[in-house]
């Protein structure tokens, strides 16, 4: 029975290590169990790649990330200086901007050891005409990372 037993699992070995001989492996997401890919490769038929920035911004101004339309999957925003009533806002470049990170208060100094915001979306949100971060009052330090495709 042993025997059977190997001589079975070396053909079903054999039959996969030649099944994925070539290196490729298909990986097929069912609708029924969907995956969330918060990647955006083509939009009409247009490739997109990923761009990845990062600014440390100490001033009260209008930081353009790029005046493109884009489609944004991540943010990440931390302050380590609350400066005096700084805040900040992201928002994108439209006639009427859309207001993704409204300016709700001051920025404070997290005192837990994680960022003031940490968002990651399952689609990629579209910012039509590009990227705003806008910072006003006092100064602080405030760090930004944001991951999109365009």
């Not at 990440?76 to 990170?101: E, F, H, M, W």
């Not at 006003?136 to 930004?144: E, H, K, L, S």
Request: glycine share 6%; net charge neutral.
């Amino acid at each position: 029975m042993t025997k059977r037993l190997i001589f079975a699992l070396t053909i079903i070995l054999a039959a996969a290590a030649a099944m994925f001989a070539d290196g490729n492996v298909n990986v097929v997401n069912p609708t029924s169990r969907p995956v969330p890919v918060n990647v955006v490769t083509r939009v009409a038929g247009a490739s997109l790649a990923e761009q990845f920035y990062a600014a440390h911004i100490t001033t009260a101004a209008t930081t353009t990330v790029t005046s493109t339309t884009c489609y944004v999957s991540t943010v990440v925003i931390s302050c380590s200086n609350a400066g005096t009533t700084y805040t900040i806002r992201v928002q994108d470049k439209s006639g009427t901007p859309k207001i993704l990170i409204p300016t709700t208060a001051a920025l404070t100094v997290p005192t837990t050891g994680v960022p003031n915001v940490s968002l990651l979306w399952d689609e990629p949100i579209l910012f039509t005409g590009g990227i705003d971060i806008i910072t006003a009052g006092t100064p602080g330090v405030v760090d930004v990372w944001l991951t999109y495709w365009q």
